[in-house]
């Protein structure tokens, strides 16, 4: 009796400090799950960069329906009211007063920013025609953000700083604000202050800019319009959301499924409830040690986790049934050391995916490994105390009697199934590497028409595209910026030749000193600059005496320091400049050159070789981001098969140390191989690209369908299989399937995956087990 308590109160203990851990549980939904655990110094900054980086910060917004009017009116509407925001460091839509917020700044530090300002730039001739150009400005639709200035700075080079900050292949303007090309959309980007890992921020800008345009929708004026939203921090919602909505399906699918067949079976709301305890008992304390070991948990890891309902049940079913044919004492000696070898099988085969390179299958790994053991420890220690010495589950019915002699007769598919795993592995063997894609793409939960809305947007306003980075290095940040600058040189000129459509730079918001000294430099005196202009405006519209303020800012730009990061802080710049530069533990600094795709290119390509030999000699790396993270991809395969080689060997080499006979070793593994074999041939053969998470569901199918062929062992070598243990092993089979199967309907393509491979996996595992068991001793099937 005190052993009972303390079995009790220590599983109660375990499922209270469980539910606590989960209290303070972040839920995650990012592509962390594909990333490297420990990538190198450039995935290091590549990864940042998806996470946090400038890319990773913009929001595409499209404004559709009624008339030219209507959007831009709505374009500028949404604009302010974004740019109050403080979900927002950023709202642009083509308006030149965008960066409103930041012009005393830049007109304070105008001659420290301007490509303008150069020797010769404040000569006579020079400044004539500097200052006609001004004041034609002022006469132009931007004249009114000018208009203020035009004493201060009649060379205008704030407009220049401002135009240049908004420099990259801007999309046209009509009614003064962007619009596609086609006339049919008013466009912004915008760029938020939480980054691109942070799914909780995103989802705050997001909403921010649903309601302010719902608001506006509510105006007669402009009911006609409709909103277009895309960038990474949409994906990462949308996908946060698939996610959540897939898990809550497949729980619901699988609990139910499988609540109805242990009413059906048990008939009793009181066993169902026993029944359920081991798997929930599992899953509060995987999902506890997974939070506690990687500080949050995949919305993945906890779908595979509402598949594993299935097999947490499986061991419930068995001691219901089992037991209350034999007792539990009888349970324990008899059917106990199968289920005990059956739980350490799933163990060998779950347990290679924890040493996986990057924390999706890790995570998967550690809680599969962790709710196996927890189900059946609590199988084993609480559910006999909780459910009592008198267990009556209803006999066998008709239907099992019948499918069992159905399972009898299975003996005769043995060959045409052998015949057919041969030509399976045949044909697996002629596909070779073309068996395995590896296409990213694969694995994402953002559909078709999703990518097309964003390539189309992404096309119209000129975003930088999140796939072609320039990367730099330096032992500083005034190296890294003079580093960007070089670079910067090379990248203009193929945007003169429409190789690119643009790109974002850190120097462009932060010049080099080196750069700032030679603008500062190129100001001449006061005494030398004020006959000059004098000179220069003799007969203009615009007489130097009124220019007092110019001249006593150009003197005081002379005699200024060079703009610091510092100096940036409470500005918008300081998040550009700190998203696209970063200093790395060894102190060294990188930065990053986002490059925009030339309007028109096919699927948003640049010209790599093109880049690569226009930047050589600078220090800069070009590098393709969908190809890194592929390559990174193929390595993971590359391991994974490796890793679940290993799987299998260890099932087989721990069946082998504990059934010590080559026969019945035989007899258990050779039924997993072939449903492997059969499983992976067909599912390719019929058209499904196979990658990371269908080896995944192979190697599941033999962590799981070794339980179902070690009962039929243990079946044979006691003479037969019963109608009660055939009870026993055909619910569990199917609680495994639901569980699976439920995963298979699921519109998040990684689950699904696992889905559709271990659900048949697993029922051509019982057939195979079936069909390679020797007829019973006396022919009957007692």
């Known amino acids: 009796m005190k052993a009972a308590v303390f079995k009790l109160v220590l599983w109660a203990m375990a499922m209270l400090a469980g539910l606590a851990v989960l209290t303070q549980t972040r839920f995650v939904a990012d592509m962390s799950f594909f990333l490297p655990s420990s990538p190198t110094a450039e995935q290091r900054l590549l990864v940042d960069q998806m996470k946090d980086g400038s890319v990773s910060r913009l929001l595409m917004v499209a404004i559709e329906g009624g008339s030219d009017d209507q959007r831009a009116q709505a374009s500028r509407d949404l604009r302010q009211a974004l740019t109050a925001s403080d979900l927002y460091a950023s709202v642009q839509n083509g308006e030149l007063d965008g960066l409103s917020a930041e012009r005393d700044f830049l007109l304070r530090f105008r001659y420290h920013l301007s490509p303008r300002v150069a020797p010769g730039r404040f000569e006579v001739a020079s400044l004539r025609d500097a200052v006609a150009n001004a004041i034609d400005l002022v006469s132009s639709p ?34 003064g604000v962007w619009s596609s090309p ?45 909103l277009v939203l895309s ?52 899953a509060i304390v995987a999902a506890a040690v997974v939070a506690l070991a990687y500080g949050s948990i995949h919305g ?71 709710g196996v053991v927890v189900a059946a420890v609590v199988t084993r220690h609480v559910l006999p105390v909780l459910a009592g010495e008198r267990l009556q589950v209803p006999p066998p019915g008709a239907l099992a009697r019948i499918t069992q002699g159905w399972l009898s007769q299975a003996a005769v598919l043995r060959w045409p199934l052998v015949v057919a795993a041969l030509v399976a592995l045949g044909y697996l063997a002629f596909q070779g590497p ?46 890294v910026l003079q580093a960007a600058e070089q670079a910067g040189q090379r990248l203009d000129a193929l945007v003169a030749q429409g190789l690119i459509g643009g790109y974002d730079s850190p120097a462009r918001f932060l010049p080099s000193e080196r750069t700032q000294a030679a603008r500062l430099a190129a100001l001449p005196p006061r005494e030398v600059l004020a006959p000059a202009l004098a000179q220069a405006l003799v007969d203009a519209p615009l007489p130097a005496t009124r220019l007092g303020g110019f001249l006593d800012d150009v003197q005081a730009a002379r005699q200024a320091g060079p703009l610091t990061r510092a100096d940036l802080d409470g500005t918008a710049m300081a998040l550009a400049v700190d998203a696209l530069m970063n200093r790395t533990p060894d102190g060294r600094w990188n930065a990053v050159l986002p490059l925009r795709p030339p309007h028109g290119a096919a699927e948003a390509e640049v010209p790599v070789e093109r880049l690569a030999q226009a930047l050589a000699g600078t220090g800069a790396v070009l590098v393709d981001l969908k190809g890194e993270f592929e390559g990174i991809y193929a390595s993971y395969l590359d ?17 082998a140390f504990t059934l010590r006979s080559l026969r019945r070793l035989a007899r258990v593994v050779t039924p997993l191989l072939l449903a492997v074999a059969l499983v992976a041939a067909t599912m ?29 062992d243990q079946v044979q070598e006691e003479g037969g ?28 393509p990684v689950l699904r995956a696992m889905g559709v491979t271990v659900a048949p996996g697993v029922l051509l595992t019982l057939l195979l087990s079936a069909a390679f068991m020797p007829p019973p001793r006396g022919g009957q099937t007692a």
Not at 437 to 462: K, M, P, Y
Not at 733 to 746: D, E, H, N, P, R
Request: hydrophobic fraction near 50%; glycine fraction near 12%.
């Open 142 to 175: 931007m004249g009114q953000l000018f208009k203020p200035y035009v004493l201060r700075d009649p060379t205008a080079e704030l407009v220049e700083v401002l135009t240049g900050m908004q420099a990259g292949g801007e999309p046209p303007t009509r009614h």
């Open 182 to 226: 086609d006339g049919e959309r008013a466009l912004l980007l915008a760029q938020t202050r939480a980054g691109g890992a942070d799914t909780d921020g995103q989802a705050q800008a997001i909403a921010a800019v649903q309601d302010t345009f719902a608001r506006l929708q509510a105006q007669p004026a402009l009911s006609g319009l409709r």
């Open 231 to 282: 960038g990474p921090g949409m994906f990462a919602v949308q996908a946060r959301a698939t996610v959540r909505d897939a898990i809550e399906r497949i729980s619901l699918i699988s609990g139910i499924g499988i609540g109805l067949l242990l009413l059906v079976i048990c008939r009793s709301p009181r066993m169902l409830a026993l029944g359920m305890l081991p798997v929930v008992s599992g």
């Open 300 to 370: 993945i890891t906890l779908g595979f986790g509402a598949a594993l309902i299935g097999e947490g049940v499986d061991y419930a079913i068995y001691y219901f049934v089992q037991a209350g044919r034999v007792g539990v004492q009888g349970w324990r000696e008899r059917f106990w050391p199968t289920i005990r070898l059956g739980v350490l099988t799933s163990v060998a085969g779950f347990s290679v995916l924890m040493l996986a390179g990057f924390p999706g299958l890790a995570q998967l790994g550690l809680y599969a490994v962790t």
């Open 434 to 479: 073309r068996l395995w894609s590896t296409n990213l793409s694969a694995l994402s939960t953002v559909s078709v028409e999703e990518a097309q809305v964003d390539a189309r947007l992404r096309a119209d306003i000129g975003a930088p595209d999140a796939r072609y980075l320039v990367l730099l290095s330096g032992a500083d940040r005034e190296a």
């Open 639 to 655: 391991q994974a098969m490796g890793l679940s080689l290993g799987g299998v060997l260890a099932v087989i080499a721990l069946l």
């Open 684 to 712: 390719h053969a019929t058209g499904t690209p196979l990658h990371l998470m269908h080896l995944v569901g192979l190697l599941l199918i033999v962590a799981i369908g070794s339980n179902y062929a070690l009962f039929f």
């Open 721 to 748: 299989l019963t109608p009660d243990l055939w009870l026993s092993m055909s619910v569990a089979v199917l609680t495994t399937v639901i569980g699976f199967g439920a995963l298979a309907v699921s519109h998040v």
